[in-house]
């Protein structure tokens, strides 16, 4: 009998111990969400692709850390799978095809550099893949690209506030030059504040545009010189770029007010032109994460994105933070993961972010809410540091908050 | 148009393109020794420049012998690259060309993974502006110009009156009817690499404290670089130079009049126009 007993005790041991085998992994069956990552991670404006990059995996290994991603009754640990475009469209549109038919993703968080995101958006539109990115062409975002999102303010809602703040600051300001790459950010970002600058009466005296990659920039600003600009708008130079135009407009004899309308990552910017060079560039769209501006989220993640990289975040790197953390909380909202649920879900309401509370608007713009909006914080590099002067509403969240 | 302006054109056009006649000469040395095209030489520049870059701004040398060590840093590495890739390919020029072209890959996406892929500012040694009226000009721009100069006339008197100098030049000629003439044409190929990469370092050295640093940078230079010795003529110290300074009028001037996109298009419009009424190039050898 007890033989027997001991025998029964062995089978029912060896039974929980197989049922345990078999429910344990599935307990733990933890399905993996794929994301995208886009960017130039090499060339002259690689700061924007690593910004992103970093932004992404700060977000996910949050998440992972957690325990992983829950969406209705499934976990999901996020892997994210980057590609370098090096801001080339060709690449742009090889690396998205990638994504989508090879590497079966539904969810693009992160690309730089307007041409690029045309491109990509040739491949996600018609797959419906979710793309968020901080590209600035105006045409990036439409009725007819409902999967796309700006995460970042663009110059559309940067310019006209920027150039009216200057206007009723620096009174002494009449005539501007503007100067940014030959490209699509480039071209839209030069349109913006052509636009701006016009209809706030101010004199356009020069709108020169370049090859992305140009190092010596002494031909074109002996141009733009010439004409006596009192401040030179570096628009949309990524920051090496606008770096050395300040430092050889410096070598030049420019000793006049500078702009940096799409600046982002100062840092870099001052490291490249040098702090005199340097001195007094405002900037509407950076973001010191230091700032008693900025919402203390930003602070709290400008503190942990230093402690990891030992580097001082960018505007971008925040930006594509609070796409990934939307795009994430959008899916838990939804109960899924499949594109359209998720979509309808975060159009619905505004979501709590790392920005503070977004409001995703933009119609009057582009025909369809799809632009995050955000306070801008204007910006003036002072000893080579970034001090924040005022914080201005972009034209679109003021209405919306009226 | 203000004459001032076409002077501070003209000035702009010159003060870099003698940096790229320093590229340019180190690629036609190479090409008249080996008889190859190393579309690497680029690469050589890039080193320069990140050796100039770790002397100054990482371990806070002076500026001066910065530039000396990456120029002989450059020059060793070029040594290797002959030693162990160049000398089998002497004369394959397709061989070579090919190999050169993976040399580039390797050594661009090398630096990428070992510098990191953004531009490192260099400190300049060499602060302010000389004026003359309204035409202006950096200090620091001022002593590139003076260096490359300098760096071209050295290499003249080097190929012109040094003994190892005219043994380059006599196996650029006739390799076999040097070898007769007991030069050693293996030691001489590896000199005349090593000479011809230390001139890309040297320009990148050059031009490190004015641009940054980042890992694509010798593209650029080199592209330059061709158009400078196709214009000139493969192989002529003196066609480099003539082909370089009438690049940089074609470029300084025509910034004045097109667009940035356009002005890059001037060299190979004049490189189009030489290949089809002087296809040697102005100084080339039939």
């Not at chain 1, 480039?186 to 140009?214: P, W």
Request: proline share 4%; hydrophobic share 50%.
């Amino acid at each position: 009998m007890m033989k027997g007993q001991r025998c029964h005790g062995w089978v029912l041991m060896l039974a929980a111990v197989l049922a345990l085998g078999t429910a344990a992994p599935a307990a733990a069956a933890e399905k993996t969400l794929e994301i995208g990552v886009l960017g130039p991670l090499s060339g002259g404006a690689a700061s924007y692709g690593v910004e992103l990059l970093r932004g992404a995996e700060m977000r996910s290994d949050e998440i992972n850390k957690a325990g992983g991603l829950k969406v209705g009754g499934d976990v999901y640990k996020i892997k994210l799978i980057a590609y370098d475009h090096k801001a080339s469209a060709a690449d742009a549109a090889t690396a998205a095809n990638k994504l989508v038919f090879q590497d079966k993703v539904k969810y693009i968080i992160g690309n730089a550099v307007g041409a690029t995101c045309n491109a990509v958006q040739t491949v996600t539109e018609p797959q419906k893949v979710m793309f968020a990115f901080v590209c600035w062409g105006t045409n990036n975002l439409g009725p007819d690209k409902p999967h796309s999102f700006r995460s970042m303010l663009s110059q559309w809602e940067a310019a006209e506030p920027f150039y009216r703040w200057i206007k009723e600051k620096r009174p002494t300001i009449k005539k501007v030059a503007v100067i940014s790459p030959n490209d699509t950010s480039g071209l839209d970002t030069n349109t913006a504040v052509v636009k701006a600058v016009k209809g706030l009466a101010l004199d356009l005296v020069s709108e020169e545009t370049y090859e992305r990659g140009t190092k010596d920039f002494y031909p074109i600003l002996t141009k733009i010189l010439a004409k006596k600009p009192d401040l030179l708008d570096v628009a949309a130079a990524p920051p090496a770029e606008a770096g050395l135009i300040l430092k050889q407009a410096h070598e030049l004899g420019f000793r006049g007010a500078k702009g940096w309308t799409a600046g982002v990552n100062p840092v870099t910017l001052v490291g490249i032109a040098g702090v005199e060079a340097a001195e007094g560039v405002w900037s509407p769209v950076n973001i010191n994460v230091r700032s008693d501006f900025v919402d203390p989220k930003v602070r709290k993640f400008g503190d942990e994105y230093e402690k990891r990289y030992k580097e001082v975040p960018g505007v971008i790197a925040v930006a594509n933070y609070g796409a990934f953390d939307v795009f994430t909380k959008a899916m838990q909202e939804a109960g899924s993961v499949e594109t359209d649920k998720v979509l309808a879900a975060l159009t619905s309401r505004p979501y709590d972010t790392v920005w503070g509370r977004l409001v995703i608007g933009g119609k009057e713009t582009y025909r369809i809410d799809r632009q995050f909006l955000y306070p801008m914080v204007i910006s003036e590099i002072r000893g080579g540091k970034i001090v924040d002067i005022e914080q201005v509403l972009p034209a679109a969240l003021k209405a919306l908050k009226k | 148009m203000p004459i001032e302006l076409l002077v501070q054109a003209l000035l702009n056009g010159f003060a870099l393109a003698l940096v790229y006649v320093l590229v340019a000469l180190g690629l036609t040395l190479i090409f008249s020794i080996l008889g190859i095209i190393n579309f690497a030489h680029g690469e050589f520049y890039m080193l320069g420049g990140y050796a100039t870059y770790f002397g100054v701004a990482v371990f806070g040398l002076h500026y001066v012998p910065t530039l000396l060590l990456a120029i002989g840093a450059v020059g060793l590495a070029g040594v290797v690259a002959e030693r162990l890739i160049f000398r089998h390919l002497r004369g394959k020029t397709l061989n070579a060309f090919i190999v050169s072209l993976g040399l580039l890959w390797v050594l661009q996406s090398g630096a990428q993974l070992t510098f990191g892929v953004l531009d490192k500012p260099v400190p300049s040694a060499f602060s302010g502006i000389i004026r003359a009226g309204r035409v202006i000009i950096s200090v620091e721009r001022f002593v590139v110009v003076l260096a490359a100069v300098g760096l071209i006339a050295v290499l003249y008197g080097f190929l012109q009156w040094s003994r190892v100098g005219r043994a380059m030049r006599a196996v650029a000629q006739d390799p076999d009817g040097a070898a007769l003439q007991g030069v050693n044409i293996e030691f001489t190929s590896m000199l005349g690499f090593a000479v011809g990469c230390a001139l890309a370092g040297a320009a990148g050295g050059l031009l490190a404290p004015v641009f940054a640093v980042s890992p694509p940078m010798g593209a650029l230079p080199v592209v330059k670089a061709f158009i400078i010795i196709i214009v000139g003529g493969m192989g002529s110290l003196p066609g480099a130079v003539l082909g370089g300074l009438l690049l940089g009028t074609v470029e300084g001037i025509g910034s004045l009049f097109f667009s940035s996109a356009a002005v890059n298009v001037l060299g190979f419009l004049m490189v189009i126009a030489v290949l089809l009424v002087r296809p040697r190039g102005l100084f080339g050898a039939a």
